[in-house]
């Protein structure tokens, strides 16, 4: 079982520090767009725009941040990366307590949180290459993955009791906390890292910028895997609003059934994530990728079709888990087959340019469901998603598109 392989202290200390973190955010879910509404009164605009154009200035800030990140040692970088955090997300109770909170404010914090998240995942990835063996690093992946999932499940409904007994800035609080939590677990990873080699000692050039997209889109089997992964988070996470609206307004669900129908399919992460490792040694990588890869397009349809009661929330739960059990399947195999197809000089670039892109193919995706939900209905909407997501398999590689001869990424462990 890959819960039981054992992959060394420093792993585990890594592995605690993106644990605390992902369930500070899990708790924080949210937190920002709901600060807005129930603090400053923000309407749909405003609360669209800060669910959306933060994090997409976010992904803007982050890309010349991705050359700084690939020359540097990578503990310092999350560390600094971790505390960034706390400090742009400690304003915000700083600023609710003297009465000074503004929509401006909330919408720089959105951007330096998701900036930071950026940098510290490139950086996070880059550094895990170099701390597990090769053959590691999909069970590193799968837990990581496994994480997230559960923090995901647990998360969100804790943070809004804890909201409705404390107020609203509390899980902003939390969230902010579990930064410093994981930075602290990152000062505790002992071992000697070693700094990046740069063969060019003049400053970075503005076309390193661009070095991140340029492996990935020069790689025939990233590429494929790259744009394929564009269309699918986008439109999947686009559906999210549309599915609240339709949910709560017009269904008339009430809130809490309304985070069960989000939280309790989250469990079928764990299960995905489980079965990352076996599935690929029974049935190879590409078998995942093409496979569970259409698998995870097929089901978004189906929200188009949740109808009041019982049944609509049975509808919404059968749909999300069987799209978070592929896709918790999925993205540990991805994640793998990105950084052992990425030199190491390339890995910070290479992971930071990736999560740009989805994250501004999420934004996008969003504004124009939004856009055309307000021209048509929510339900038009997420059908036109459903029938757009099913194109997708046919981004995905065909067969193993990795490049023949391709040199063997030289590695150096901690």
Same mark, same amino acid.
């Given at each position: ?201 003049? &400053? ?137 197809? /990425? ?39 997420? /059908? ?8 997708? &398999? ?21």
């Amino acid at each position: 079982m890959a819960g039981r392989r054992r992959l060394g202290r420093q792993f585990g200390w890594l592995w605690a520090s993106y644990a605390v973190s992902a369930y500070g955010s899990g708790l924080g879910f949210g937190a920002l767009p709901l600060i807005a509404v129930l603090v400053l009164h923000a309407g749909p605009a405003e609360v669209s725009a800060l669910s959306a154009v933060g994090p997409a200035v976010g992904a803007l800030i982050a890309v010349p941040l991705a050359p700084w990140v690939e020359f540097r040692r990578k503990r310092p970088v999350m560390i600094m990366m971790d505390l960034a955090r706390l400090a742009a997300m400690a304003t915000v109770p700083v600023a609710y307590a003297f009465g000074w909170l503004s929509l401006v404010q909330l919408l720089v914090v959105s951007a330096l949180v998701a900036a930071a998240k950026i940098a510290f995942n490139a950086a996070g990835g880059a550094y895990l290459k170099a701390l597990v063996r090769p053959d590691d690093l999909l069970v590193a992946n799968a837990r990581f993955e496994s994480t997230n999932w559960s923090s995901i499940a647990v998360g969100p409904p804790l943070g809004g009791a804890a909201i409705g007994l404390f107020g609203p800035v509390t899980t902003v609080v939390a969230d902010a906390l579990s930064y410093l939590l994981s930075a602290l677990g990152i000062i505790a990873i002992r071992g000697q890292e070693e700094a990046p080699r740069r063969t060019d000692k003049s &400053p970075v050039r503005v076309g390193a910028l661009l070095d991140g997209w340029r492996h990935i889109l020069g790689h025939p089997g990233l590429r494929a895997l790259y744009l394929n992964q564009l269309l699918v988070g986008g439109l999947i996470m686009a559906t999210e609003p549309l599915l609240a609206v339709l949910l709560l307004r017009q269904l008339g669900f009430p809130p809490w059934q309304y985070g069960l129908a989000f939280a309790a399919p989250c469990l079928g992460g764990l299960i995905g994530s489980r079965l990352a490792r076996r599935v690929v040694a029974r049935f190879g990588r590409h078998w995942v990728f093409r496979t569970v890869g259409t698998l995870r397009a097929i089901w978004l349809i189906g929200l188009a079709f949740v109808r009041p009661g019982v049944v609509g929330l049975v509808t919404v739960m059968a749909v999300e888990l069987a799209i978070i059990i592929n896709m918790s399947l999925y993205s540990p195999v991805l994640a793998t087959y990105r950084l052992e197809h /990425t030199p190491e000089h390339l890995v910070a670039r290479t992971l930071s340019a990736w999560s740009i892109g989805q994250q501004a193919s999420i934004a996008v995706l969003t504004a124009l469901a939004g856009l055309l939900a307000d021209v048509t209905s929510p339900r038009t909407a997420l /059908t036109v998603a459903g029938l757009l997501i099913l194109t997708t &398999p046919l981004l995905l590689p065909r067969e193993d598109q990795t490049p023949q001869h391709e040199p063997e990424p030289s590695r150096s462990h901690s």
